[in-house]
T-cell receptor
């Protein structure tokens, strides 16, 4: 068990550029979550996959955001036309279980995005 | 709407002192409650969780939490704090397919 990994750990970009983050969950975990955490706040839910199906998206996930989980393994989160308000820590978590709200979610170290 | 409130933004304690971090939740059904800890540069680590049964839950690193339905609370406690416990602590409630987090409490430990 190598834990949840995220790449890159840090990303600095200019406003208007596109960025893509990757998350590798714990192997055999069927669920994968994306959260966003801004300074002084707790993580906020963005979206969630069960296997390769994206089952829920938060209203925080504007149409500039897209997430995929091909083949139910790793996941990518892309932000198009970044804005300064997108600056945050993007956290990925994975879990395995029957009922999502009782599963233990294991978090990765996060990708810190800074938009200049 | 479901929510979690952590009333204390910042707490400072001396090493060896006892600790209690407060958490209040608002949830219509049976709550599934979690405490996570986040150290600088680290991901969130689960300390403990409550689903049902005994209302006093033991976790890792010597932490425990008590679920009190009448007070809608799930406070985290530790009898003797170590300097390595300095971190940000988050309470969360499980809501169908996501976790709803509080804003966190930053714990500072003085020697």
């Amino acid at each position: 068990d190598t834990g949840v990994s995220q790449d890159p750990r840090h990303k600095i970009t200019k406003r208007g550029q596109n960025v893509t983050f990757r998350c590798d969950p714990i192997s055999e975990h069927n669920r994968l979550y994306w959260y966003r955490q801004t300074l002084g706040q707790g993580p906020e839910f963005l979206t969630y996959f069960q296997n390769e199906a994206q089952l829920e998206k938060s209203r925080l996930l504007s149409d500039r955001f897209s997430a995929e989980r091909p083949k139910g393994s790793f996941s990518t989160l892309e932000i198009q036309r970044t804005e300064q308000g997108d600056s945050a820590m993007y956290l990925c978590a994975s879990s395995w279980g029957v009922t999502p709200h009782t599963d233990t979610q294991y978090f990765g170290p996060g990708t810190r995005l800074t938009v200049l | 709407a479901q929510s979690v409130t952590q009333p204390d933004i910042h707490i400072t304690v001396s090493e060896g002192a006892s600790l209690e971090l407060r958490c209040n939740y608002s949830y219509g059904a049976t709550p599934y409650l979690f405490w996570y800890v986040q150290s600088p540069g680290q991901g969130l680590q689960l300390l403990l969780k409550y689903f049902s049964g005994d209302t006093l839950v033991q976790g890792i690193k010597g932490f425990e939490a008590e679920f009190k339905r009448s007070q809608s609370s799930f406070n985290l406690r530790k009898p003797s704090v170590h300097w390595s416990d300095a971190a940000e602590y988050f309470c969360a409630v499980g809501n169908t397919d996501k976790l709803i987090f509080g804003t966190g409490t930053r714990l500072q430990v003085f020697p």
